[in-house]
C-alpha cells in the first residue's frame, strides 16, 4: 500500500503555483512551502492566517478577488524573529497581535513577544525566569492579557498583560503536565487545560489563579488529545478512540 508521502523534486523552497505530487497521483498546488518546518496556523481574521516558520512569521491572506470575480490566492508577508526561534504561537483578531514565544532556552531565559500587525514590529517583550522553554500561548479575547505555558518540570500557567508587562498570576499545572491551555471566549477568568489530564482553572476575587478538581475521565485508556471552548461554558474533548466528549466547565463532570 502506498503512503500519501510528497514526492518533492527539489530541497528548499518551492513556487506556490508549482504542483506537488503525491504517491497516491493525486496533484495539488500548496499554499506555500518553505524550507523549515511549520507550527500550528492562527486566523487573524476571516481570510488572514499566521503561522511560525523556521525563526519568522508568515502571515497570509488566503484569497483575495481578482478583476475577474475569481477567488484566488495570494502570499502576504513574512516577518523575521526576535528571539531565537518561533514555537508557541497565538493571533488575536480583535487586538491585531501575534504573541509567539521562544521554544527552547538558549543564551538566557526564554521570552515572548508581542507583535502588532498594524506597525509590523515588536511592541513588547518578556523574559520568563528560570523556564526551559515555552510550550503554549493563548490570548484573551476582550483584554490585553494573555496565557502563557512554560515547559518542564513545573509546566507553569502564567497570566501577563502585555500592556503594562505585569504577571498576574501564576500557578503550576505539574500533576497534569500540562501541554495546551485556551481562555475561555465567554469569560477571561476561566481556563482549560490539556495534559495527561484536563483541568480547570479559574481567577478568584483574591486575583489567584486555582485549579479546580481535575476532570476524572470514565475511562483510563482513554486519552484527551485536543479541547476547544464551545458555547453555553462547555469544553469539547477530542480522544484518542475517535470520540467528542462535552465537559461542563461549571461542573466539572461530562454531559
Same mark, same amino acid.
Given at each position: 500500500m502506498?503512503?500519501n508521502?510528497?514526492s518533492?523534486?527539489?530541497?528548499g523552497s ?11 497521483g493525486i496533484? *495539488?498546488?500548496?499554499?506555500? *512551502? =518553505?524550507?523549515?518546518a511549520?507550527?500550528?496556523i492562527h486566523?487573524l481574521s ?15 491572506s488566503?484569497?483575495?478577488?481578482s ?7 495570494k502570499m502576504?508577508?513574512?516577518f ?7 514555537g508557541a ?7 491585531n ?18 507583535f ?12 520568563? =525566569?528560570?523556564?526551559?522553554g ?19 518540570p ?7 498583560n ?6 498576574l498570576?501564576n ?15 465567554a469569560?477571561s ?6 495534559g ?13 489563579l ?8 470514565d ?5 484527551v488529545?485536543a ?6 461554558g462547555?469544553?469539547l474533548?477530542?480522544?484518542d478512540?475517535? =470520540?467528542i466528549?462535552r ?6 463532570r461530562?454531559?
Amino acid at each position: 500500500m502506498s503512503s500519501n508521502k510528497l514526492s518533492v523534486d527539489r530541497a528548499g523552497s518551492r513556487s506556490p503555483d508549482m504542483p506537488v505530487k503525491l504517491s497516491t497521483g493525486i496533484n *495539488a498546488t500548496p499554499f506555500a *512551502a =518553505e524550507g523549515f518546518a511549520s507550527g500550528p496556523i492562527h486566523f487573524l481574521s476571516d481570510d488572514r492566517i499566521v503561522y511560525g516558520c523556521g525563526n519568522g512569521l508568515r502571515v497570509s491572506s488566503l484569497s483575495e478577488q481578482s478583476e475577474d470575480g475569481r477567488r484566488v490566492d495570494k502570499m502576504s508577508n513574512f516577518f523575521w524573529g526576535s528571539g531565537s526561534s518561533v514555537g508557541a504561537l497565538a493571533g488575536s483578531v480583535n487586538q491585531n497581535v501575534i504573541i509567539y514565544g521562544e521554544g527552547r532556552k538558549m543564551a538566557g531565559d526564554p521570552k515572548v513577544f508581542v507583535f502588532s500587525t498594524e506597525s509590523t514590529s515588536v511592541i513588547v517583550s518578556r523574559a520568563f =525566569e528560570n523556564e526551559l522553554g515555552i510550550v503554549c500561548i493563548d490570548i484573551c479575547r476582550d483584554s490585553p492579557c494573555a496565557v502563557v505555558l512554560c515547559d518542564i518540570p513545573d509546566h507553569n500557567l502564567v497570566l501577563w498583560n502585555w500592556s503594562n508587562n505585569s504577571i498576574l498570576a501564576n500557578a503550576s499545572a505539574r500533576t497534569s503536565r500540562a501541554t495546551s491551555v485556551t481562555f475561555n471566549p465567554a469569560n477571561s477568568r476561566t481556563l482549560c487545560s490539556r495534559g495527561s489530564k484536563v483541568e480547570l482553572w479559574e481567577l478568584d476575587s483574591s486575583e489567584q489563579l486555582v485549579g479546580d478538581p481535575v476532570v476524572m475521565l470514565d475511562r483510563e485508556d482513554r486519552v484527551v488529545t485536543a479541547h476547544c471552548w464551545a458555547p453555553g461554558g462547555r469544553v469539547l474533548l477530542g480522544t484518542d478512540t475517535g =470520540e467528542i466528549l462535552r465537559l461542563n466547565s461549571y461542573t466539572g463532570r461530562l454531559v
